[in-house]
C-alpha cells in the first residue's frame, strides 16, 4: 500500500487530482486510516489510473469516464469512441478550412489583394412573400425598367412593402451572357394579394446565401465576385443557384453612386 504522496510520485499524478477522482468516486483510496486521515492507494489501482488518464487523452469528460469504468459495457465505450471520433472529424474539418483561409490570406497578402474590403458572409434568406417580375432584358442597362413595372405592379396590388424593404434582384442565366438575359426583380411584401397586371404574387423559398455587401459604383463588381470565388474555393461551398444583387441604398433611391450598398452573392450549399 501506498499513502498518497507516494502513490502521487509512482502514478506521476498530483495529489490535487487524485483528491479530484476520489470526490468524483472515481478513483477512491483503497484505504483511509480513520484516526490519522491518511489515504492509502494500491498497486493494483495503477491500472485503473492509467485506463482514465488514457480515455480523458481521447477528449471524454470525466463523468462519462465514471460510466465506462462502472459499468465495463464494452458496447457503451464503442458508443463514445465513435462519438468522440465523429467529434475530432469536425475538429479537424474546421481546422483545414481555417488553415485553407490562411494560406488564402497569405497568398493575397504577397500578390497585394486587400480582402478585408470584400468580407464574405454565409446567411440564410428566409421564405417570404414577394411581387415579382420577370423577364429577359436585351442589355443589363435595363434592368430598371423591370424595377419600374415592379413598382407599378405593388401600387396596383396596393401592397404593403416590408419594413425595411428587401428588394432583390435574381440572374437567372445558368452561365454569364451579354445580352437578353433572364433577370428576376422581388420586393417582400406583408400579407398576400391576387395576381397584379404588371407583378406576380408568389410565395418565394428560403435558400442560403455567400454575399459581399459593399458600398460604391457596381465597377467593383469583378473583385466582389473575385473575393466571393475565392472563398467558395476556400471552404467547399458549391454555386447551386443565381447570382443575386440586394440593394440596401439603391441607384432608384440616390443617384450618386458614393452612396449606394449593395450586397451581392450567390445561392450556395455544402
Same mark, same amino acid.
Given at each position: 500500500?501506498?499513502?498518497?504522496? +507516494?502513490?502521487? %510520485?509512482?502514478? =506521476?499524478? #498530483? ?15 483503497? /484505504? ?25 487523452? #481521447? ?27 465523429? /467529434? ?24 497585394? /489583394?486587400?480582402?478585408?474590403?470584400? =468580407? ?15 423577364? @429577359? ?5 435595363? +434592368? &430598371? ?13 396596393? *401592397? %404593403?412593402? #416590408? ?15 451579354? %445580352?437578353? *438575359? ?8 406583408? &400579407? ?11 410565395? *418565394? ?17 469583378? %473583385?466582389? #465576385? ?22 440596401? @441604398? ?5 443617384? =450618386? ?9 450567390? @445561392?450556395?450549399?455544402?
Amino acid at each position: 500500500m501506498f499513502k498518497i504522496g +507516494e502513490f502521487s %510520485k509512482i502514478s =506521476n499524478t #498530483t495529489v490535487r487530482t487524485l483528491d479530484h477522482y476520489a470526490a468524483l468516486g472515481l478513483l477512491i483510496p483503497e /484505504k483511509t486510516d480513520q484516526q490519522t486521515n491518511y489515504r492509502y492507494y494500491s498497486a493494483g489501482q495503477l491500472s485503473q489510473l492509467n485506463q482514465i488518464k488514457l480515455l480523458q487523452q #481521447t477528449g471524454l469528460p470525466l463523468k462519462t469516464i465514471k460510466e465506462i469504468i462502472d459499468t465495463n459495457d464494452l458496447d457503451f465505450l464503442e458508443k463514445h469512441y465513435n462519438f468522440q471520433e465523429e /467529434k475530432l472529424q469536425e475538429d479537424l474539418d474546421e481546422l483545414l478550412k481555417k488553415q485553407r483561409m490562411v494560406s488564402l490570406l497569405k497568398q493575397n497578402m504577397r500578390e497585394g /489583394k486587400n480582402m478585408t474590403k470584400y =468580407n464574405v458572409v454565409v446567411k440564410e434568406v428566409p421564405e417570404r412573400n414577394v411581387l415579382s417580375v420577370r423577364d @429577359v432584358i436585351a442589355d443589363y442597362t435595363l +434592368e &430598371g425598367e423591370l424595377w419600374q413595372r415592379l413598382q407599378q405592379g405593388v401600387q396596383e396590388a396596393n *401592397a %404593403k412593402m #416590408t419594413q425595411p424593404p428587401l428588394n432583390m434582384t435574381f440572374f437567372h442565366n445558368v452561365e454569364y451572357v451579354e %445580352k437578353d *438575359a433572364d433577370v428576376e426583380v422581388q420586393t417582400s411584401v406583408v &400579407g398576400e394579394y391576387p395576381a397584379a397586371q404588371t407583378a406576380e404574387f408568389k410565395k *418565394a423559398p428560403a435558400f442560403i446565401m455567400a454575399s459581399v455587401t459593399f458600398s460604391g459604383s457596381f465597377d467593383q463588381m469583378p %473583385k466582389v #465576385t473575385q473575393a466571393i470565388g475565392e472563398w467558395l474555393e476556400a471552404n467547399n461551398y458549391k454555386i447551386v443557384g443565381p447570382m443575386i444583387n440586394i440593394g440596401h @441604398v439603391s441607384p432608384g433611391e440616390d443617384p =450618386n453612386p458614393d452612396n449606394w450598398v449593395t450586397e451581392s452573392g450567390f @445561392v450556395v450549399s455544402k
